[in-house]
């Protein structure tokens, strides 16, 4: 267990490589964990996710700032000296190896004596119920059976962090689901600082105590789930968290910092949440979540967006219908038993406080009072 | 369709290796012949088989195990040798690869392009000089020097094979360079070694114009016990056909119980 720390940290793939950019792949990264956090990486592909990992597990350098463990600064120490332990996507199971063997690797190279290695393992395989698989070569098992032996080989090692990059996105969606709530379960148990990596931002929001939404290698926002759900700082995290995804619509606030308008749209924003008196008169991206619209048929409800539906998605539950309004596609999430077809024009509207407010340039979440967020 | 282009294929495949095995086998059908028979100018299939040739071949004074001792000698340890130092080039190149990696990869290869007469009269003083003339381990130099350059290439793509991931893997589990080369890798690449070492072992057994220009006697391989039937007066056809079927045997047993190896290794990236 251990407290990471990531100070300014950068890397420059440089141009020694063919498929190099000039940019940074990841850029003045900063992070303190809590000692036995659970910190998620999410972020779109090609974003540095894996890259700050790898820096993090001293397989890649990092080319500016420094990373501490315990305090220790670990930006010279090789890999094998950083006492941490690494989940991959392709599981890298050693394909020679029995899953005994995979699992008593570390330990055996760490001269810990047979009879304790034995015991590791064995506690090891029991917790992930691997127990009779351990005669097995890695080609004998299923891909969550590898998923398993990966993690075990993992925690049998008992190391100071866990590093895992997108280890479920090769299980099935149901295998997933379930995967997702036992490595959960396993930090709760094991306590081990533990850095997670995926794209999917479900993923990110069950799993995570702490989420780093990064873009284009440049920390987007550090918060709870719930923070990011309710105070995304600007209109990338808005629209990356959540699903179905938020709307977003360009309207112009009026003089009396209140008023709202688009083409066929009107809101009346709120100012207990976020200040807007500054953007009098300014355009401003106004954001509304799928599942706060609500239908109505009150033609002077303070805030009102029409439209005529041309997607209709029922799943049971809940309705998807979209519309496209002032350019805009706007996605709602009505009940489950909504009668409405394609082409009907309608009327939704929300509650003022479900509005998030961004500037229209800087793409910007306005400054908030309450709801206090800690941010990067 | 596909039935007939098969067919076509299987028949074509068939006329190869006829024409590829006629040699061969007119070589052990000539060796089993008597000096008047191999010599008769109409080619004689039907014959009474004789192993006088492989007795003459085999005598005391045409000495085959000297021969064989020395080729077998040689190849074993050129083959040895070359894995050594090719192992660990190859290690390096795959997977600490610098700016002129690629370029020295080619840079080995482009070395075979060399025709060996090229280099004859350099290598030959330089060994006179050494006094490495007609000794074992001059031969061995120079067959781990010819073969050296197709070992690398052949155990770096056997390396380059062998997924990053799980090297990564060794690394974060704490193994160091040789642990992880000794406990991963090579396990991972045996495969690969094994076919690498199979065609270094052949090449160098089946190396002729080193052995018959840089050996005399102490050192003379299998060619040059080919060569030694050769005369200017009366019949040697079929000696020296016994003493080639000797020479290649080995090399052919060896082959037809290394096959499935040879395929299996020497396909491994392209089957993946
Ligand atoms: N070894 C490398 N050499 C050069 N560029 C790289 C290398 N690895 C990753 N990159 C680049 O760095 C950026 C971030 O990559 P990565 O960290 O793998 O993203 P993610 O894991 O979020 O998908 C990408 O633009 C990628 O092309
Ligand atoms: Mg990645």
Redesign the interface.
């Given at each position: 267990m251990a407290v990471v720390e990531l100070k300014g940290v950068a890397k420059n793939y440089g141009g020694a490589h063919k498929n190099a950019k000039a940019a940074n792949a990841v850029e003045n990264f900063n992070l303190t964990t809590r000692d036995g956090e659970f910190i998620v990486l999410v972020g779109p592909s090609g974003c540095g996710k894996s890259t700050t990992m790898r820096m993090i597990a001293g397989l890649e350098a990092n080319t500016d700032g420094e990373i501490r463990i315990d305090g220790r600064d670990v930006s010279q120490v090789a890999a094998r000296d950083r006492d941490i332990a690494m989940v991959f996507q392709s599981y890298a199971l050693y394909p020679h190896m029995t899953v005994y063997d995979n699992m008593a690797f570390a330990l055996s190279l760490k001269k810990v004596p047979k009879p304790e290695i034995e015991q590791r393992v064995n506690d090891a395989a029991s917790i992930l119920d691997i127990t009779h698989l351990l005669d097995r070569k890695p080609r004998a098992l299923s891909g969550g059976q590898r998923q398993r032996v990966a993690l075990g080989r993992a925690i049998v090692r008992d190391p100071q962090v866990f590093l895992m990059d997108e280890p479920l996105s090769n299980l099935d969606a149901m295998l997933r689901v379930d995967m997702r709530a036992e490595i959960i379960k396993l930090h709760r148990k094991l306590g081990v600082t533990t850095f997670y990596v995926t794209h999917d931002q479900t993923e990110a929001m069950t799993m995570g105590e702490r989420i780093v939404v990064m873009r284009d290698g440049h920390i987007q926002q550090i918060d709870t789930p719930n923070a990011l759900y309710h105070a995304p700082n600007n209109v990338f995290v808005a629209g990356f968290i959540g699903t179905p995804s938020m709307n977003f619509l360009k309207m112009t606030l009026g003089g009396d910092g209140k008023t709202l308008t688009g083409q066929t749209a009107r809101m009346v924003a709120s100012s207990e949440r976020q200040s807007i008196e500054a953007h009098k008169g300014r355009d401003l991206m106004v954001g509304v979540r799928p599942e706060h619209l609500v239908l109505t048929t009150d033609e002077a409800a303070a805030n009102l967006i029409k439209g005529e539906i041309d997607v209709v998605e029922p799943l049971g539950s809940v309705t998807m219908v979209q519309l496209e309004v002032d350019g805009h596609r706007i996605t709602a999430q009505l009940e489950g038993d909504t009668s409405v077809r394609m082409g009907d024009a309608i009327m939704l509207t929300c509650d003022s406080a479900r509005l998030h407010l961004f500037d229209a340039e800087t793409e910007q979440a306005l400054p908030r009072h309450e709801h206090r967020t800690e941010t990067a | 369709m596909e039935q007939k282009s098969s067919l076509g294929l299987a028949v074509i495949g068939w006329l190869v290796a006829i024409v590829m095995f006629f040699p061969i086998l007119w070589m052990v059908l000539t060796a089993l012949k008597t000096e008047q028979s191999a010599f008769s100018m109409v080619p004689e299939f039907v014959f009474t088989p004789t192993l006088e040739s492989f007795k003459t071949a085999l005598s005391q004074n045409a000495g085959y195990w000297h021969y064989a001792f020395n080729s077998l000698f040689t190849s074993v340890m050129s083959t040895l040798i070359g894995l050594a130092l090719a192992i660990p080039a190859a290690y390096a190149m795959a997977f600490y690869p610098s700016?002129r990696t690629d370029f020295t990869l080619v840079w080995m290869v482009s070395t075979k392009f060399i025709p060996a007469v090229g280099v004859l009269i350099p290598i030959f003083l330089v060994y006179k000089t050494l006094g490495l003339i007609d000794n074992n381990w001059g031969l061995i130099a120079l067959f781990v020097g010819m073969n050296l350059p197709i070992m690398v290439w052949m155990v770096y793509s056997y390396f380059k094979d062998v997924?990053k991931?799980?090297v990564?893997?060794?690394?974060?589990?704490?193994?160091?360079t040789l642990?992880t080369m000794f406990?991963?890798i090579l396990?991972?690449a045996l495969p690969g070694l094994a076919s690498t070492g199979l065609l270094a072992l052949i090449l160098a057994w089946n190396e002729s114009f080193w052995s018959l220009t840089m050996a005399d006697h102490n050192a003379a391989t299998l060619a040059a016990f080919i060569a030694s039937f050769k005369s200017a007066e009366g019949l040697f056809w079929a000696k020296m056909s016994a003493a080639s079927v000797m020479t290649v045997a080995p090399i052919i047993v060896l082959g037809w119980f290394a096959q499935k190896q040879m395929v299996r290794g020497l396909t491994f990236g392209a089957v993946k």
């Open positions: - | 700016k997924p991931d799980i990564e893997a060794a690394e974060i589990d704490g193994a160091s642990a406990r991963v396990p991972l």
